[in-house]
């Protein structure tokens, strides 16, 4: 696929959804601002905004793909920008970018230049950038982990409440504390058994702040790891911002399926997977953007958690281009299943650090507010869960992708 490998010529070609025509602008001037040397084109599809929405200011530096009142799933708008950009880069060409709207440009010009060249001198067709930042999960993802990280260094440090030595006493370390890619990621990092902590100093932390930060999903003990190198890519990796330098690989569709109006999320993985198994060269590279977590329509909404935890199993139900209906039940039912376990753990350890706080005579103003909402969002995501219509949701799967 060498041939249609579109060599960079300081041209790039940006590509994006949102429910937010402002941050497409703050794209645009972020990435001009931090690459002056080339020459930046920014297109954006608008969902749930009328046209009148789309200001002169806006529409004068920003092609517009689209302009939808509905809230568009990720994958039908992922689709629709990936076929933008492929006629784009065709016509144009350029270096192809398929971002998420909430990322900020952080590699230096020079940096990403040389990066760019490598990836040429490598055939790839699409690398997957890694992320710095938030992490780019649901936030009820972010919580256990660093909560477990602050019982035990409170544990070390104080004279800590019976509720916490009760606790931590059915809570092993693990003997290895190399910690893996899933380090901020509660599904794959928080177990009371083997536990990885990270070191931290809670005699410094700002407790208002810490919490704040919490009920947002925003970065507190633990922050994404990520790459130093170019590696090779699984085909697994998450597209939030992904570097296209052959248009074809564009013609691999973000896939997903729904059930009960709930759309399953991560098709950008799906996306990969599926450029990985046509043959096309795909690359993992270090951090080119961060992530700043922010508020967005569905922020607070458990169907958001629901629609991650259907396209995970979506994800472990495809292997080598075919899908799996058994791996897709047990998967689901596993991700359900440790997801109420975390969400009944999260609401636990923090009853028991709210109690320690007021023991300390720390609590100030405001702190109630934030610990009263994860409280309040947890409770709604466990019913939610439990709740769910699973046989339903494997029969949408199974009619999806003609599993019997």
């Not at 990403?112 to 930042?133: P, R, T, Y």
Request: include cysteine.
């Amino acid at each position: 696929m060498l041939e249609s490998v579109v060599i960079p010529r300081n041209k790039i070609q940006i590509v994006l959804a949102t429910s937010s025509p402002d941050r497409a602008l703050i794209m645009l001037r972020n990435v001009c601002h931090k690459l002056p040397g080339y020459d930046v084109s920014v297109s954006a599809l608008y969902f749930g905004q009328d046209n009148e929405v789309v200001s002169p200011d806006i529409g004068h530096a920003i092609e517009c793909i689209g302009v939808s009142r509905e809230l568009l799933s990720i994958a039908e708008s992922r689709n629709r920008c990936q076929a933008f950009l492929k006629q784009k880069l065709e016509n144009e060409g350029g270096i192809g970018l398929v971002l998420d709207d909430d990322l900020r440009w952080v590699m230096p010009e020079n940096q990403f230049s040389a990066m760019c060249l490598q990836l040429v001198n490598e055939n790839c067709d699409m690398a997957l950038c890694a992320l710095a930042g938030d992490a780019p999960i649901p936030k009820e993802y972010t919580r256990a982990s660093p909560l477990l990280d602050i019982l035990i260094d409170v544990n070390s440090r104080f004279e800590v409440t019976q509720g916490i030595s009760d606790f931590l006493d059915s809570v092993s370390l693990a003997e290895h504390h190399d910690a893996g890619m899933g380090w901020h990621h509660d599904f794959y990092t928080y177990r009371r058994r083997s536990f990885i902590p990270t070191s931290i100093d809670t005699t410094k932390i700002d407790w208002h702040d810490f919490l704040q930060c919490l009920y947002v999903g925003k970065t507190t003990t633990r922050g994404v790891m990520t790459l130093g190198d170019i590696t090779p890519a699984t085909g697994r990796e998450r597209g939030g911002a992904t570097i296209i330098l052959n248009p074809d690989v564009l013609d691999s569709e973000n896939i997903a399926f729904s059930h009960g109006g709930i759309c399953s999320r991560r098709s950008d993985m799906m996306m990969a997977s599926d450029a990985k198994n046509k043959g096309f060269q795909l690359l993992c590279t270090p951090a080119v953007l961060e992530h700043e977590r922010t508020v967005a329509f569905d922020s607070h909404d458990p169907r958001k958690l629901i629609g991650d935890i259907m396209g995970y199993a979506l994800i472990e139900s495809y292997r080598d281009g075919s899908y799996c209906a058994n791996r897709f039940q047990q998967s689901l039912r596993h991700r359900v299943t440790s997801t109420v376990s975390i969400l009944q753990d999260t609401s636990l350890m923090l009853d028991l650090l709210r109690e320690w706080i007021l023991k300390e005579g720390l609590f100030s103003v405001g702190m109630n507010a934030e610990i009263s909402s994860i409280f309040k969002e947890s409770r709604a995501a466990e019913i939610a869960l439990g709740n769910l219509d699973m046989s339903g949701i494997v029969d949408s799967y199974k009619q999806r992708f003609n599993r019997i």
